[in-house]
């Protein structure tokens, strides 16, 4: 009596809290499974990440179902004597033996899934290298000869402290990586420093990018359409800062996108030849500056004490004689989070920062630092 | 005849044997019951220290945006919060109640190396205080991870990691002594009838534990060494500038890893096949199936290392093994699942708080285990690898998991320790809080994992809100409950019910047949009868 009474309850109370939940996981936007993929191998995932799931499903609800029917009915105030049987070597066979079937199973397809997603080579269209540096993407076309690096959008920074509204917080960059779509794109990833992951979910690629190694991956992206990710390995302070954007595209627009590039990267070498004014330096290396350096030396300039130096005020900065800022800033310094801006930046870009620091964050030393100084330096 | 008159003069001469008075008692003792107990104050500490680190993230994890805390600082939280849980509350638990409890089960008077096992605790208040001083230093504590990989943590760290280095050395050294101590115990102090296969599994399990610790924390040892090396000496064990290889810390890192996590889970085993039996009035259905899959655990546990590292660019040969033998060792692990359950089938159940913890464990570690095996399966964990539904895996195995049955075990033993009841109506108050709050807490974290959301981030993107906010506020219950649970055991030391030697209907064991409660301050003088 009692128990049924009790059984009722908790059944009214179960029934409350999952309608609940389904009232809950509907109306909302966020998402509970898997995201799913648009490549061929990020569908295979997810078919097998279900499989696994109801696999799990499956055992849960024999193993939980036999637990809860024992705690109702095996329980000493419904006045259950209890049996003294244990031990058997039958019972205990089958529960090994049928989970090792169980596990063939899955590990099957897991096996035929794992072989495909590690070929990245066969029949690759184009190939982009993708390196890691605390804490943005840097993009190279190998075969293109276009190469750019990726940060957060300012539209995120902006608006760290309260992000409301704001649509693709801390999932926007500044130039974002145009792909094709139905085309082998094969992916080599390295760091500079730490180590980071490439992870995009909707292409079902995650691969660590480690410094010395050069790992590999691969996706044919079936639909077009905005995809994006995040760094998934923790890379230091603004681990948590460095998304990433793919514009999956058609092939046409990608070819144009890639002219474009090209024409632009032509525009800036003829431009770093030239003469830059004190102002125009100034100007372009704030916006530098913020992208590429604030993340450490902040945006102040002041740095964070016992981690990373002060620009502002810096004897290396305020020498007259410029040659151990460019250094510094061209070649990085070995041992420490100071990255050689030479793989990251061009001529104009560390001329504009240099300038920038010699003459903003509080400091003025007067002078400004040309392009063609800092292609003799490299 | 003649062992009771050997009986009363071994009496005689041990009257009068109780602990010395004062502060120096603790920091002088050798007796296996005061240790047990420093072991297990200091673990409760560093689960309230670690615990409130978790609560600052969770706080700057309630809402988008950075509200709280820099993300240098947040960093240094989620791997001290890592550090401090893993070294200082479950480890140390479990070496407090090894302490408190074997020499009872298996009839010795004590630990068989007394000194060393006082100075394998004392180590470690001063391990974790210079840990905790890091916070303080210039440049912040490690931030590194609690896996602190290279070379974030060597080339790229703050200078308080030599700190670091130093107090894993400490942790290193106590758990080894501590782990000698219990295997020769274990090995030379049974009572003569005490045969292997009739040692308690908790016994057992921390005969095979034992074992890992010992083969495994030197391994740990050798790689801080390394980065201590790397940091200061020119080596570059992990630089790939100087012809090192990063990849090989993380193999040396989870070849130590990985056996780690089931050391925090083989005494938990052990526990729960206690407390099962006891409760439903019914002997654990398979003894020996039970020893030989925790044996089996632990070997496999050897060889899986690398299901860790999926995404660093393994050969495809490489990943095939590590999935294969991840995912066997579901095998061992289900077996033990089925072996409560089937105790549990057919018995007179009652559901005292240890009882609930122990059902809890059952339940929530064997959803940890279902993650666990999705997570083993290669191409799909690289989907899986280092976001939220990692984090929500192990907070399954560990929290719901090993802390669990160390909650179960202090509720099934406080009386037997301490001579009195605790109040059964807060304990059952602290089982369903708990629950609920870290079902709240953690069943999310899936969710928002699969969505796409990675770990070690100090903020998020605007769809990771909601569930986000649901998983802090059960954070915060889940907090308050173990401080509720502090003030339980402040309760049941003071005073309460007597409780009777035998302290529950169905239990057995030398402890609770043998002894009275509270046990005298040498367990055993005589060797107890076996039966
Ligand atoms: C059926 C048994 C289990 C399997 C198959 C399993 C499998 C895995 C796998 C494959 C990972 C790596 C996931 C990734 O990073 O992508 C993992 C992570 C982890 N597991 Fe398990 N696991 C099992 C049980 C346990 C148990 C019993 C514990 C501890 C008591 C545990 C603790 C952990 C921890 C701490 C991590 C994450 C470490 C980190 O990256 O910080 N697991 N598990
Ligand atoms: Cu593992």
Redesign the pocket.
């Known amino acids: 009596m009692v128990l049924h009474k009790r059984l009722r309850r908790s059944a009214v109370a179960i029934t409350g809290l999952v309608s609940m939940l389904y009232a809950m996981s509907a109306q909302a936007a966020y998402e509970l499974n898997m995201t799913e993929s648009v490549t061929p191998i990020g569908k295979q995932l997810y078919g097998l990440h279900m499989l696994v799931f109801w696999i799990c499903v499956g055992i849960g609800v024999l193993v939980f179902g036999a637990m809860a029917y024992s705690i109702l009915y095996h329980r000493k105030s419904v006045g259950h004597e209890a049996e003294q049987f244990h031990e058997s070597t039958k019972v205990e066979i089958a529960w090994t033996v049928v989970p090792l079937l169980i596990l063939i199973g899955i590990a099957i397809p897991a096996t035929a899934t794992l072989i495909e997603l590690e070929d990245a080579k066969t029949d690759a269209e184009i190939t982009l290298q993708v390196t890691g540096i605390q804490w943005k993407w840097k993009y190279t076309y190998v075969d293109e000869g276009v190469s750019f690096v990726s940060n957060l959008a300012q539209s995120s920074r902006d608006v760290i402290k309260d992000p409301t509204g704001n649509e693709n917080y801390l999932l926007e960059v500044d130039n974002p990586i145009v792909l094709p779509v139905n085309k082998k794109i094969r992916f080599l990833f390295h760091a500079d420093d730490v180590i980071h992951a490439w992870w995009v979910p909707e292409l079902a690629v995650k691969q660590d990018a480690i410094p010395g190694f050069i790992n590999d991956s691969w996706a044919i992206i079936e639909e077009e359409g905005v995809y994006r990710g995040q760094c998934a390995e923790l890379c230091g302070k603004d681990h948590g800062f460095m998304p990433i954007v793919v514009n999956a595209v058609s092939e046409s627009e990608y070819e144009q996108w890639i002219a474009g590039m090209q024409a632009e990267a032509a525009a800036a070498a003829s431009a770093a030849t030239q003469e830059w004014s004190m102002q125009d330096l100034v100007a372009r290396g704030e916006t530098v500056y913020q992208a590429n350096c604030s993340a450490c030396h902040g945006p102040t300039g002041a740095g964070i004490p016992g981690a990373f130096p002060a620009i502002t005020d810096s004897p290396i900065v305020l020498d007259a004689d410029q040659a151990a800022h460019i250094d510094i800033v061209v070649n990085g310094k070995a041992g420490t989070a100071m990255a050689a801006f030479k793989n990251q930046l061009n001529d104009i870009d560390i001329a504009a920062a240099l300038t920038f620091q010699r003459n903003g964050l509080g400091n003025s030393v007067g002078d400004t630092v040309q392009p063609s100084t800092i292609a003799a330096a490299r | 005849m003649s062992t009771e008159i050997a009986h009363e003069t071994a009496h005689d001469e041990h009257h009068d044997h109780g602990p010395a008075k004062g502060l120096m008692r603790w920091v002088t003792t050798t007796n296996h019951k005061d240790i047990g107990t420093l072991y297990l104050w200091l673990s409760f500490i560093m689960l309230l220290y670690g615990g409130s680190m978790a609560m600052i993230i969770r706080l700057e994890l309630f809402q988008p945006g950075l509200q709280w805390v820099e993300p240098h600082f947040f960093n240094q939280m989620t791997t001290m919060h890592?550090l401090v849980m893993v070294f200082g509350a479950i480890m140390p638990a479990f070496v407090g109640l090894a302490n408190w409890l074997i020499p009872m089960m298996i009839g010795a008077p004590d630990m068989a190396l007394p000194r060393m096992n006082n100075w394998s605790f004392w180590i470690l208040p001063f391990a974790f205080g210079m840990l905790a001083c890091t916070t303080f230093m210039e440049g912040g504590a490690p931030a590194f991870?609690?896996?602190f990989y290279a070379p974030l943590s060597t080339t790229f760290a703050p200078a308080s990691t030599d700190f670091f280095i130093f107090a894993v050395h400490l942790m290193g050294i106590s758990s080894v002594m501590g782990s000698i101590n219990i295997i020769a115990t274990i090995l030379n102090m049974r009572a003569p009838g005490m045969t292997l296969m009739k040692m308690p599994l908790f016994v057992w399990t921390w005969l095979i534990t034992a074992y890992l610790l010992i083969a495994v924390m030197p391994v740990l040892a050798g790689a801080v060494t390394m980065m201590l090396t790397d940091r200061h000496f020119g080596t570059s064990f992990f630089d790939a500038a100087g012809g090192g290889d990063p990849v090989m810390f993380q193999h040396i890192f989870w070849f130590f890893?990985h056996p780690e996590?089931?050391i925090?889970?083989l005494p938990a085993f052990g526990v729960i096949s206690a407390i099962i039996p006891t409760f439903a009035r019914k002997p654990l259905f398979g003894y020996s199936s039970m020893v030989y899959a925790s044996a089996s655990i632990a070997i496999l546990s050897f060889m899986v290392w690398a299901?860790?590292m999926?995404t660093t660019g393994m050969p495809v040969a490489g990943e095939l093994y590590f999935m294969y033998a991840?995912?066997l060792?579901?095998v061992p692990?289900g077996v033990k699942v089925f072996n409560w359950v089937t105790t549990m089938w057919k018995g007179s159940m009652t559901f005292e708080t240890p009882m609930l913890f122990a059902l809890g464990f059952i339940v929530m570690?064997t959803i940890?285990?279902f993650s666990?095996?999705m997570?083993?399966v290669a191409p799909v964990?690289t989907q899986?690898?280092?976001t939220y539904f990692?984090v929500a895996?192990?907070h399954y195995?560990?929290v719901t998991?090993?802390l669990y049955s160390i909650i179960a075990a202090f509720y099934y033993w406080v009386p037997k320790w301490t001579g009195h009841m605790y109040d059964e109506r807060l304990g059952k108050i602290h089982f369903w809080w708990s629950t609920i709050a870290v079902n709240v807490l953690f069943f999310p974290q899936h969710f928002v994992g699969l969505a796409g959301m990675p770990r070690r981030i100090p903020d998020y993107a605007l769809q990771f809100a909601e569930f986000n906010q649901i998983s802090s506020i059960g954070g915060f219950a889940f907090g308050l409950a173990q401080v509720f649970f502090l003030y339980i055991v402040i309760k049941t030391i003071r005073g309460g019910e007597k409780a009777t030697d035998r302290v529950w209907e169905g239990a057995t064991g030398l402890e609770f047949e043998q002894l009275p409660s509270p046990p005298p301050y040498h367990s055993f003088n005589e060797p107890p009868p076996v039966k």
């Open positions: 890592g991870g609690w896996t890893g996590v089931y925090m889970i299901h860790h999926f991840t995912i060792i579901s692990t570690f940890g285990g666990g095996l997570l083993g964990d899986y690898h280092d990692v895996h192990f195995v560990l998991g090993a």
